[in-house]
């Protein structure tokens, strides 16, 4: 049965192009190997006369050999074109097919930031600073972190810093939930606010975002 060229097209795959490549190099060995024998035949060629200048055939040569590897090259050579032109084309619908899914892919996660970033709830404050070593640091906020819920603080509730601070005074050496935005994905952190070498309990600084 036939293939359609629909279930062609789906079908090639890397490994199929392989092994048309594959295919390919043992038709150029062939050759290869029948211009050999002419060259053993005095080196003939695909053209050289095989009559003497009287019109007998030539006694130096193997007639039936060199007969036979020049049909035989001529053979080679019109399948190895027609197999060019197909590895050619399944090359050409191999790069379209990885280029559509990789549009597709792309599109599908910009589609999926998209919905997470209607869905996230708004921020209201961020981190712009953090002390190497602090426990901030530690907890693994970063600089530009924006805030969307920390303890009991939200977007609901929140009116401005010492909202936060408060919550951070009664946690000491407790574990906060915060939620904070980054690169347009919700990061859940465990911090615990706790005395270090350095000042506070947190170690970072954060500003009030205005909306």
């Not at 379209?96 to 997470?116: G, S």
């Not at 190497?132 to 810093?161: K, T, W, Y």
């Not at 606010?193 to 500003?207: E, F, H, T, V």
């Amino acid at each position: 049965m036939k293939m359609t060229e629909e279930n062609k097209k789906s079908t090639i795959t890397v490994e199929v192009v392989q092994n048309l490549i594959k295919k390919k190099d043992e038709i150029e060995e062939q050759i290869k190997a029948y211009y050999d024998v002419l060259e053993d035949q005095g080196g003939v060629g695909m053209e050289g006369s095989l009559v003497d200048v009287e019109g007998y055939p030539r006694a130096d040569l193997d007639l039936y050999q060199v007969r036979t590897a020049r049909h035989s090259i001529s053979c080679l050579q019109n399948d190895h074109k027609d197999l060019m032109l197909e590895i050619e084309a399944a090359l050409h619908q191999l790069h379209a097919h990885e280029r559509a899914k990789r549009e597709h892919d792309q599109q599908e996660a910009q589609e999926e930031a998209m919905e997470q970033e209607r869905t996230l709830p708004p921020a209201f404050a961020q981190v712009d600073h953090v002390t190497q070593g602090s426990p901030a640091s530690q907890a693994g906020l970063r600089v530009g972190d924006e805030i969307i819920e920390f303890g009991s603080v939200n977007p609901g509730n929140f009116q401005n810093l010492q909202n936060i601070a408060s919550v951070v005074q009664h946690s000491e050496g407790k574990s906060l939930s915060v939620a904070v935005v980054r690169d347009g994905q919700r990061v859940q952190i465990s911090l615990v606010p706790q005395r270090w070498s350095g000042r506070g309990l947190l170690g970072c600084n954060i500003q009030p975002l205005r909306r």
